[in-house]
């Protein structure tokens, strides 16, 4: 998922029936984080995984 001087400034988010919203993952770019989605969407889960992009200080 990249080395600690990269920035993980794209997150994994998977949201569940109820509307909860869990991250998945972090990764430094944005084709990386849906090369994730596709996978998890491929193995036929029901459950909604999106890609977000975070500030470089984490928050969301």
Do not use: C
């Not at 994730?36 to 500030?55: A, H, I, P």
């Amino acid at each position: 998922m990249g080395d600690s001087t990269t920035p993980l400034v794209w997150h994994v988010i998977r949201r569940d029936d109820n509307g909860n919203r869990y991250r998945i993952g972090s990764f430094p770019t944005k084709a990386e984080a849906q090369r994730m989605v596709d996978r998890l969407d491929g193995q036929g889960s029901k459950q909604l995984y999106t890609v977000e992009r975070v500030g470089w200080n984490g928050s969301s």
